[in-house]
Structures are given as C-alpha cells and as structure tokens.
C-alpha cells in the first residue's frame, strides 16, 4: 500500500473512524502482550537525526518498520519523519504487506495517544491543549474528538507559519480553537495538555507551575536520547505510564530520571493488572514514545482493510522459480525459453 492507497482508503472510510479502529487493533494486541517478541528499537543516530528499525512478532506474523527522525527536514522541504513498513507470514518468512508509514505512523501514533488517554484521563475531560502544531497535530486533535469527544482546543507553537497551517488544515471541522500566546497560556483550564515539538534538545515545553491538580500530560515529542519536553518535577508530581519500560528509559521523559523511577506499562492497565487514573485530582503522563506493536497493529488493520476494500498493488518483489531450487534458471529464462525435459 503506497501513499495513494493509503490516503484513498482514509478518504473512503473517513479520518475519524479509521483512528477509532485503528485505536481498537492496537488496544487488541496490547492486552495480549505476552504474546509479543519485544526490545528497544535498534537506532542509529547522527548530529542530523536517527534512523531506526522497530521489529516485533507475536509468533504467527513479524512486522517492522524502518522511521527516521530529522527536525531540521522542514527547512529542505522534507518531512521530518518517513517510514514504511514489513508484515510477514511466520511460517513461511513471505511478506505479506508492503506498506508507507508516514501517514500510517501519524496515525497510529494519534491513535495510541488517545487510546492511553481514554484510560488515563478524567471521565469528564473536554478541552485539550496541543504544544506544537506540526505535522502530527491535526491527527492528534481528530484522534481526541474520535475516541473521547474532545471538540475544545487551546494551541501554540513558536512558529507563526505552524499555526497559521493548522488552523487551515482544520477549519470548518467542528472544533472551538482558541490560540495561545504562549505554552503556559495554552494549557490554561485544559484536561488534557499533549506536547508534540520536534526540537532534537532536552527542552522544558511545560514546567512544573504550569500543570494543575487532574491533567492528562500526553507527552510525544520525547523519542530519543536527549530530547524530552517536560521538566523532571512534573513527573516526580504525576503517575507516569509508559510502553515498554527498557525503551522509555532511553528515549522518553523518564530519561531525565534515575533508572529504577517507578513506572506503570499502559498493557498492565489494558488487562487489568494495575490500575490506571486513580481519582479526579491525580496528574497522569502518558510517556509515549512509539512502540513497535503499535506499528504491527496499524500493519495489521491496514492488511485487512485491503483484504476488504482492495485497496493496494500487487508487486512482483519476490523470486518464484517453477523449481525453488533454480534461482540462478530465472536470469537465463528470458533469452532460453524452457524446454519439456525427458525423465
């Protein structure tokens, strides 16, 4: 599924209810988490940015996806972050699905953020905050309207041109956008308060003043060593949750923090093993920084959907001899047509 397919089959189905279903497959394979292969994802960085690989299996199909992360890309007319991804049969090592992973990691990300948010923030949460409006944020706000009706915005970003886009990209859809002069005037009397700035530094977008008693902290822009968003009092402050401990200790806003701060992984949450917002006045952190099960779970809802829809290309990427053990026979087949052989 290249970028067409992928656009046409959210254009048919409808934005909002692709991130509601996409949010369901990936609560779906969070609740069997055992099932699933699991490590840190293998990086490779430079002073430009990182490249990485995130594998996983749950022993019946293996999925990657290959990300990068490049903040200065936006001043070359380039994304900040490409991707495609791989699911492949176990049993037979074929892949089954080639698939983009721009637009689905955008997706699968704001999918994630509100499905850790239907169990983390208040029952009554109606206005979100959105720190940083680029090319995640709109998925974000209609991934909150989707799974928890939020319609109420407050947005800032330091970059005119940033906001100016967003209120573009989101004019006439139905929400209440109020622009903020500032981070700190942006979270004022919201809920839910989601930091999504690209900036590769350990920046403070929110500092501890700045969150009350009851917020849902969504933090997204912390993926990497040294960059995180929030200071390290707000977390001390909250109950943080995260998706696999190993790799937020490294990536996330708890790298700021000695190696044995307690955390909740959001599956314990999902299953029942330990419980998520505990009372009105608690702060909650989501400390989200992609996990490669999420990405095996858009995968997955992707291969379905185009099952459904047909939707996608057939391409010729694997060899197929008439004899698996002639795979040399396919380069001379063309200028020596086979021949029936007497045996």
């Not at 995640?136 to 940033?162: I, K, M, N």
């Not at 040294?226 to 708890?254: H, M, N, S, Y």
């Not at 093993?273 to 009372?279: E, F, H, I, S, V």
């Amino acid at each position: 599924m290249d970028v067409d397919a992928v656009v046409n089959l959210v254009d048919r189905i409808g934005l909002e209810t692709v991130l509601t279903e996409m949010a369901g497959y990936i609560e779906e394979d969070y609740q069997r988490w055992g099932e699933f292969e699991k490590s840190p994802r293998l990086a490779s960085h430079s002073p430009d940015g990182v490249i990485e690989l995130m594998p996983t299996s749950d022993g019946q199909a293996f999925a990657f996806k290959y990300v990068n992360g490049h903040p200065a890309n936006t001043a070359k007319g380039l994304q900040t972050v490409v991707g495609f991804g791989v699911l492949a049969s176990v049993s037979t090592g074929y892949p089954e699905l080639i698939a983009e992973m721009t637009i689905t990691t955008a997706l699968r990300t704001a999918a994630t953020s509100a499905m850790a948010a239907r169990h983390l923030a208040r029952d009554d949460a109606s206005t979100m905050a959105i720190i940083g409006l680029g090319a995640q944020s709109e998925f974000q706000a209609h991934a909150f309207r989707a799974v928890l009706g939020v319609r109420r915005l407050r947005v800032y970003d330091v970059d005119p041109s940033a906001t100016r886009k967003f209120l573009a990209n989101m004019r006439d859809l139905g929400f209440e956008i109020t622009v903020a002069r500032s981070a700190a005037e942006a979270v004022l009397g919201a809920d839910i308060v989601t930091t999504v700035t690209a900036d590769k530094a350990q920046n403070h977008i929110l500092s501890d003043n700045m969150v009350g008693a009851g917020m849902h902290l969504n933090a997204v822009g912390g993926d990497c060593p040294g960059k995180t968003e929030l200071a390290a009092d707000i977390l001390r402050r909250g109950e943080v949750f995260v998706e696999f401990t190993p790799q937020t200790r490294i990536e996330g806003e708890i790298q700021q923090l000695e190696p044995d701060f307690p955390v909740t992984e959001l599956w314990q949450v999902m299953s029942g093993k330990a419980p998520g917002r505990r009372g009105a006045e608690q702060i909650t952190i989501f400390d989200s920084v992609g996990f490669a099960i999420e990405d095996f779970s858009a995968l997955r809802y992707l291969r379905d959907r185009m099952v459904e829809t047909g939707d996608g290309t057939r391409l010729n990427l694997l060899a197929a001899p008439t004899d698996p053990r002639d795979l040399f026979g396919l380069l001379t087949a063309r200028e020596h047509p086979a021949t029936p052989v007497a045996v």
